[in-house]
């Protein structure tokens, strides 16, 4: 018998770029992107109209470039990750939680394109 999944929505993009600064701006002027997050010199996030655009400079072991989808409750990261493993998903990282109480794991397609999975707390902005 198949596992009924819960919804997923793709919440954010994270894109490699040679300057977080030079990118934040870009995006300020050009789409009206709000600085969401720019507290490291290598790393920077963006919103528009509930949509994440994160930038990556140098630090890609710890956040590669990816699209990031949003589950609804924080047990749903350990059931999509066990789904993952099921298919023989090859590269499926381990669930972490984080100092924000946000929970997620990275893992690739059969493609080798990165995603993550993650679940954010009522008070972090979906």
Do not use: C
């Not at 490699?16 to 996030?45: I, N, R, T, Y």
């Not at 963006?46 to 930038?55: I, P, R, V």
């Not at 924000?100 to 493609?111: A, G």
Request: hydrophobic residues 35%; glycine residues 6%; aromatic residues 10%.
């Amino acid at each position: 018998m198949k596992t009924e999944l819960p919804p997923v929505v793709i919440t954010h993009a994270a894109v490699k770029v040679s300057s977080v600064q030079k990118s934040m701006q870009f995006f300020q002027e050009a789409l009206g992107l709000k600085p969401a997050w720019s507290g490291q010199s290598d790393w920077g996030m963006a919103k528009s109209n509930g949509s994440t655009l994160a930038f990556i400079e140098k630090n890609e072991e710890i956040h590669p470039p990816h699209i990031g989808f949003v589950v609804p409750q924080k047990e749903d990261v350990d059931l999509f990750h066990k789904n993952l493993k099921a298919l023989g998903a090859k590269e499926v990282g381990e669930p972490k939680d984080h100092r924000d109480q946000s929970r997620s794991f990275y893992f690739k397609d059969p493609d080798g394109n990165q995603f993550e999975l993650l679940w954010l707390p009522e008070n972090l902005t979906r």
